[in-house]
């Protein structure tokens, strides 16, 4: 489990490493002074991500059920259907289309699962 930080503990997180994190990726000061007022350390987050299954099962577990091939099937048709999409993205960010596809099934099941 990725290691949590607290209250206080997190606005030192986000302004200190985070932030020349931030900057080491190319976001500007500008978005980063913009977007810093909006920011705020969600222990509700916290818990609903302790409860997710990659914190919970078993890797292999975990594994079958994200690569399964029912899975890799409605990548590789998001793929086609999405293609510009994709390619505007990986030109912008310099991401792979599949790298973002497989996130994106793994997160949202490619859109079928919201919130």
Excluded at 3 to 16: Q, S
Excluded at 81 to 95: I, M, Q, S, Y
Aim: glycine residues 10%; hydrophobic residues 35%.
């Amino acid at each position: 489990m990725p290691e949590r930080i607290e209250g206080g503990d997190f606005l030192a997180w986000l302004d200190g490493p985070m932030r020349a994190r931030a900057r080491e990726g190319r976001i500007s000061e500008a978005i980063l002074d913009r977007t810093r007022p909006h920011i705020a350390f969600r222990p509700d987050v916290l818990e609903r991500q302790a409860g997710q299954t990659e914190f919970t099962r078993p890797i292999r577990d975990y594994l079958d059920i994200t690569t399964s091939e029912d899975r890799i099937r409605k990548g590789r048709r998001a793929l086609r259907e999405h293609r510009a999409l994709f390619n505007a993205l990986e030109t912008r960010f310099g991401v792979e289309s599949e790298i973002v596809a497989a996130i994106w099934g793994i997160e949202t099941g490619y859109g079928t699962i919201r919130g």
